[in-house]
């Protein structure tokens, strides 16, 4: 069963930075896409970031430049660092994994940017 656990999220002033982090557990296949997405209040859930195995990066436009992903294959760990944070950018941020036509995501973090 596979299992993603985020932390890192909170409340943070417009301009300041947060890192995300998620734990993966149970079967990780090599070849898989891992990610961010969010959601903010009455909207869809949306790309932030992914990164596949092959360590190709995806980026929300809006996120270009503020935001970076990186992972840690031997820990099945993504993170998400979170630079000149914009209000517009308070939301549930979930990890994502993506593996052998499956989808998993974790239960989500809350992250609110103050003006």
């Known amino acids: 069963q596979v299992q993603l656990v985020e932390s890192g999220g909170g409340l943070v002033q417009a301009g300041g930075s947060l890192t995300l982090s998620c734990a993966m557990s149970?079967?990780?296949?090599?070849?898989?896409?891992m990610g961010w997405y969010r959601q903010a209040p009455g909207k869809q859930r949306g790309l932030v970031a992914t990164?596949?195995?092959?360590?190709?990066?995806k980026y929300a436009d809006s996120v270009k430049g503020r935001f970076t992903i990186s992972k840690n294959n031997s820990e099945n760990t993504v993170t998400l660092q979170m630079n000149g944070l914009k209000p517009e950018d308070t939301a549930v941020y979930y990890c994502?994994?993506?593996?052998?036509?499956?989808?998993?995501w974790g239960k989500g973090t809350l992250v609110t940017v103050s003006s």
């Open positions: 994502y994994l993506g593996q052998e036509d499956n989808n998993y």
């Open positions: 149970g079967t990780i296949f090599s070849i898989n896409v």
């Open positions: 990164i596949a195995n092959t360590r190709i990066t």
